[in-house]
């Protein structure tokens, strides 16, 4: 572990070496970003199987509807039904949460490295690299006992948290037109057990802001990159799915 530590380390600070001249001292927060880009760019392939899944998935609902009228009294054959029924049309039921599984390594890579004082044995020179004036090791407790909410660290993670406050905005208002738009069969729920999960989907991205207040930095910009990608690449991804506005008019 400490060797790949140690490589990750030195991968980052490559990709600073070439971004300094451009950002300077904030060259390390650039870095950041161009690997949460470049992780994303890798899944890309995977988010897009997702969105065909979902295409899939919506076309099933009359067939669904159909085994809920069928088996409505005995879940436990209704269950097995729906299961029967995305195995035949091959459709994997949570093929969409493999993207955001697989982000996950490279989250906790840089939580990790951000979070540690000494790397392969010796001193963690990362830890001294800024984000304008926030380290990029530090949270935001740290940023409010330096300075205050308003101090030069507190404006770095003002301007985070309106980042992902606009973004989860957007997806809030993107997901309930969708769920609007989603064919309704039965009582309503359209996967048993899943009626909740649906309910909170809106809600989801507001969550980010709490990850961002609490995780180090450097793991926050990932998190800030890696939303703000996914909300343009799903309203891309899912421009033609029911309720999803245009995506040049949505990010407007």
Same mark, same amino acid.
């Given at each position: 572990?400490?060797?790949?530590? =140690? ?32 992780? !994303? ?5 995977? =988010? ?19 085994? !809920?009228? +069928?088996?409505? +009294? ?15 049309? +091959?459709?994997?039921?949570? =093929? ?102 649906? +309910? ?25 990159? =890696? ?26």
């Amino acid at each position: 572990m400490s060797t790949f530590m =140690s490589a990750f380390a030195y991968l980052v600070e490559r990709f600073a070496d070439l971004l300094q001249p451009l950002f300077h001292a904030s060259a390390t927060a650039a870095a950041i970003v161009l690997f949460t880009a470049l992780v !994303r760019l890798l899944v890309h392939p995977l =988010s897009r199987a997702a969105a065909r899944g979902q295409r899939a998935r919506a076309a099933l609902q009359p067939q669904i509807a159909q085994l !809920r009228k +069928k088996h409505g +009294k005995d879940p436990e054959k209704l269950q097995k039904a729906l299961m029967e029924l995305h195995a035949a049309e +091959k459709v994997p039921p949570l =093929s969409g949460c493999l993207p955001s599984l697989l982000q996950m390594p490279a989250f906790f890579l840089l939580y990790h490295l951000f979070s540690s004082s000494t790397i392969g044995g010796g001193a963690n020179a990362l830890l001294g690299h800024t984000l304008s004036a926030a380290p990029l090791d530090d949270r935001w407790a740290d940023a409010l006992g330096d300075g205050g909410l308003f101090g030069p660290a507190g404006l770095v993670y003002l301007a985070l948290f309106a980042v992902v406050a606009a973004v989860a905005t957007f997806n809030y208002r993107r997901t309930k037109r969708m769920t609007a738009a989603a064919p309704v069969v039965g009582d309503g729920e359209q996967v048993p057990g899943l009626a909740s999960v649906t +309910k909170l989907m809106p809600f989801m991205s507001f969550f980010t802001l709490f990850t961002v207040a609490v995780v180090p930095l450097a793991a926050a910009l990932y998190v800030v990159t =890696s939303t703000t990608w996914s909300a343009v690449e799903r309203a891309v991804l899912y421009r033609d799915m029911p309720g999803a506005a245009p995506a040049t008019a949505a990010l407007v």
